[in-house]
């Protein structure tokens, strides 16, 4: 397990990342990350003496999907139903953060336009906000 920082040099907000190590300080990204950008599954990584990411030194195509939730929609419990059933029905890898933000991976080649028809008017709506990291 290594961390990415998420501070901005501000405060001490880390990420923690589940990895396969390759070498001493080399590690492939073995998950989702929800709030790491420039960074997706199977990328390869460096890391310093602290076990934070200090690049990215090997890139694989795939790009991360992330939703979040806005808490106080009305909304809220229909859009994470939908959302459920949209990520089970793709077969995409995905995961859940505390049951409320969504992370998918999308290899080289995925369509994400299935989860686009989706999140588009319930983002409009304000339900939620997304993006698609590379």
Same mark, same amino acid.
């Given at each position: 397990? #290594? ?5 901005? &040099? !501000?405060?001490?907000? *880390?990420?923690?990342?589940?990895? *396969?190590? !390759? ?5 492939? @990204? ?7 950008? &420039? #960074?997706?599954?199977?990328?390869? @990584?460096? #890391?310093?003496?602290?076990?934070? =990411?200090?690049? /990215? =030194? *090997?890139?694989? +195509?795939? *790009?991360? !999907?992330?939703?979040? $939730?806005? @808490? ?12 459920? %059933?949209?990520?089970?029905?793709? +077969? ?6 505390? +049951?409320?933000?969504?992370? =998918?991976?999308? $290899? $080289? +080649?995925?369509? @994400?336009? $299935?989860? =686009? ?5 319930? /983002?409009? /709506? %304000?339900?939620?906000?997304?993006? #698609?990291?590379?």
């Amino acid at each position: 397990m #290594i961390h990415a920082d998420l501070s901005d &040099g !501000l405060d001490d907000c *880390r990420e923690q990342l589940w990895t *396969r190590q !390759l070498t001493e300080d080399t590690f492939e @990204v073995a998950c989702l990350p929800f709030f790491t950008y &420039g #960074i997706c599954y199977r990328d390869v @990584v460096t #890391i310093d003496s602290n076990h934070l =990411v200090k690049r /990215a =030194v *090997r890139k694989y +195509g795939h *790009r991360t !999907l992330r939703v979040a $939730p806005v @808490v106080e929609h009305a909304d809220r419990d229909q859009a994470h139903e939908l959302l459920y %059933g949209k990520a089970v029905d793709t +077969g995409l890898p995905h995961e859940w953060l505390q +049951g409320t933000y969504l992370a =998918v991976d999308l $290899p $080289p +080649g995925s369509d @994400v336009a $299935p989860f =686009v028809e989706v999140l588009e008017p319930l /983002a409009q /709506a %304000g339900a939620l906000h997304w993006e #698609i990291d590379y």
